[in-house]
């Protein structure tokens, strides 16, 4: 079962890696850290061809030892410490993500994992080491993760200096007003609209639907179903890259989830299925129940759903909140949750068919063809880091599926329909409870991704929220300076 999607003309040997590079001089490598940011370096071609046939190179370690600010954490962690050192880790070189970056010359590009030089395991908090685990256990049950992702986000006439002297505040949007699928707002900017679209198919990012959404200056971006780690590796780099070609055209994009308090934060919707070795979709129902649904279906909504898909739900569900970080990594992003619905935003666990209200929403037939049949999870924000979030609810999946977990309670519309009814689970509404219920010791968290990985990530969480709470915000000023 093939648990990735190697980019078009990825080599497959070294010897094909040298014939590729014949005529550059130099190779761009990246990694990604806990918050989803990348961490590379330019090498010689003679130095990244002599890393890639000997297994690796030397990559220092504090890049999991400090915050997305370079501040290192305010207690120290396993992998990278005073201690250690903060001593080099081994990063390989993934041959199937070679790209080139239009944008610089056309410079190769590749990524990167991270592993224990001493024990060649790879490192419990690596991005792409946790997804892959979650993909290699799907594959061992002989079924392929298969993802998309669509990215929201704000854009101002600024650049980073710009935005810095203004201390962050009063920025300018790309365009006034709310103006969801405007042909019109893109006329105002052209040449950045359309170069987000045409440089990401030079860089290997398929697309499917790229429009204004509500909010001033706000884009979405879909990124287009593939396999899972491709589409992480995708979304990864599609913020790198709507950064980049945002600083040739003096935009600056943000996926920051909650910019401002007054609109509509920005989303980062996960679409996800499961193919099984024939490449059939293993949510979508067999021929026989295809016309009318299948009759012993929990509910009406799931009634175009497969058995697996149901205990696929139900273990999503199950552990919504116990992975809370993994989707809503930053303080920030509960602020885009408090809304809730009226945000488009939900902050509880809730699923629904095409029920955009719900934090997951079924997309079946009769609305898509059976082979389209899959999950949207609507909980994650824009700053989400995608191989955690694809990871947590994979994982969780395969535990429902694992387990045969049952749905035990009813879609959202009975809720809407029966407010009365029973009472809707709210999800944590800060990163500091949604920490707190992570790192609990009997945390459905701990059982699917274990200890390592969740000792070390939630502490990096905790820092967050120890530098949250020693800040002085300027809405603390200006309530309480003069009257308190």
């Known amino acids: 079962m093939a648990t990735t999607s190697a980019t078009p003309g990825a080599p497959r040997s070294i010897d094909d890696l040298k014939q590729l590079l014949c005529n550059d001089v130099k190779v761009k490598v990246a990694g990604i850290d806990v918050d989803g940011v990348l961490r590379g370096k330019f090498m010689s071609k003679d130095k990244f061809l002599g890393a890639t046939s000997s297994g690796g190179f030397g990559f220092c370690s504090v890049i999991f030892g400090w915050d997305m600010h370079d501040s290192v954490y305010t207690r120290e962690l396993a992998i990278s410490n005073k201690e250690n050192g903060y001593c080099d880790i081994m990063a390989s070189i993934d041959l199937s993500t070679f790209r080139r970056i239009p944008w610089e010359n056309n410079v190769p590009f590749f990524l990167v994992s991270f592993f224990d030089p001493k024990t060649s395991a790879p490192i419990c908090a690596d991005p792409r080491g946790v997804l892959r685990k979650a993909v290699d256990n799907a594959a061992a049950h002989d079924m392929e993760c298969i993802a998309g ?54 860089f290997g990012i398929d697309i499917e639907g790229h429009h204004t959404e509500t909010g001033p200056g706000v884009l979405e971006t879909a990124l287009a179903y593939t396999s899972a780690m491709r589409m992480a590796d995708n979304a990864i780099l599609y913020k790198f890259l709507a950064k980049s070609v945002g600083l040739k055209h003096g935009v600056l994009p943000s996926f920051m989830a909650k910019p401002w308090g007054n609109v509509p934060g920005c989303s980062g919707h996960v679409h996800v299925s499961l193919k099984n ?167 459905i968290a701990r059982e699917v991704f274990g200890d390592d990985f969740v000792n070390h990530f939630g502490a990096t969480r905790e820092h967050e929220v120890r530098l949250w709470n020693t800040a002085v915000t300027n809405w603390e000023v200006e309530r309480y300076l003069e009257l308190a």
């Open 149 to 202: 992702v669509e990215f929201e986000y704000f854009n101002f006439k600024e650049t980073p200096e710009s935005a810095a002297q203004k201390r962050f505040t009063q920025l300018q949007p790309l365009t006034p007003g709310m103006h969801g699928y405007s042909l019109l707002r893109t006329q105002l900017n052209q040449n950045y609209f359309h170069a987000l679209f045409d440089e990401s198919l030079k």
């Open 277 to 443: 070795g024939e490449g059939r979709n293993v949510f979508s129902l067999s021929d026989a129940d295809r016309d009318r649904g299948r009759v012993d279906a929990a509910f009406e909504d799931t009634r175009y759903l497969s058995e697996i898909g149901e205990h696929f739900l139900a273990g999503v569900l199950d552990g919504l909140a116990d992975v809370m970080p993994m989707l809503v990594p930053t303080i920030n992003g509960y602020k885009r949750l408090v809304g809730g619905e009226a945000f488009w935003a939900p902050n509880a666990v809730t699923y629904g068919y095409d029920s955009r209200a719900a934090s997951v929403r079924i997309i079946s037939p009769p609305s898509v063809p059976p082979s389209a049949t899959r999950f949207e999870v609507r909980v994650p924000g824009a700053d989400m880091n995608p191989y955690f979030a694809l990871s947590a609810i994979f994982q969780l999946g395969m535990r429902g599926i694992a387990k045969q977990l049952k749905l035990t309670t009813p879609p959202i519309s009975t809720h809407q329909s029966y407010p009365a009814g029973k009472e809707v689970v709210l999800l944590p509404s800060s990163l500091e409870d949604a920490t707190n219920v992570m790192m609990r010791p009997d945390s």
